[in-house]
């Protein structure tokens, strides 16, 4: 595949995951798909990735991510993301809080035959933690 055929599987992937279509971010998904940004304890699979963005979804039903820059080269893609979203249920075991922030996220994604095979990701967890009151600010 092209690098811009592999930058619209990615393209895709953040299309389905903004609208909620699991079906449509499986299909992307190879069935052997590595998730190499799972929580602890989790493994690292395709299934470990839906369960994954089924509770972001759940836990912020108004997320939308936002692509800022993408990256290509061969079969990887990077993209630069901005997330927005309210924390109306719980998330990792942390309570909802009814606030909203704001933060940002590199992925990786690693592409063959049309579907994402490996997924690599950088989250301004901390970032996210301190807008919706779960962590202290700095200097707080």
Not at 19 to 45: K, N, Q, W
Not at 71 to 89: F, L, N, P, S, Y
Request: proline share 6%.
């Amino acid at each position: 595949m092209s690098t811009e055929q592999n930058k619209a599987v990615a393209m895709r992937t953040v299309e389905a995951i903004n609208a909620g279509d699991m079906s449509l971010f499986e299909s992307l998904l190879a069935p052997d798909a590595v998730e190499h940004a799972v929580p602890p304890g989790m493994p690292p699979t395709r299934e470990t990735a839906k369960q994954f963005v089924t509770m972001l979804r759940a836990a912020f039903p108004d997320s939308h991510y936002h692509v800022d820059d993408v990256i290509a080269e061969g079969d990887r893609v990077v993209q630069r993301v901005t997330c927005h979203g309210t924390m109306k249920g719980e998330f990792l075991g942390m309570p909802a809080t009814g606030k909203s922030a704001t933060w940002t996220e590199m992925h990786i994604v690693r592409v063959a035959n049309g579907k994402i095979v490996e997924h690599w990701a950088n989250v301004d967890q901390l970032g996210m933690l301190q807008q919706l009151g779960l962590a202290p600010a700095p200097g707080g």
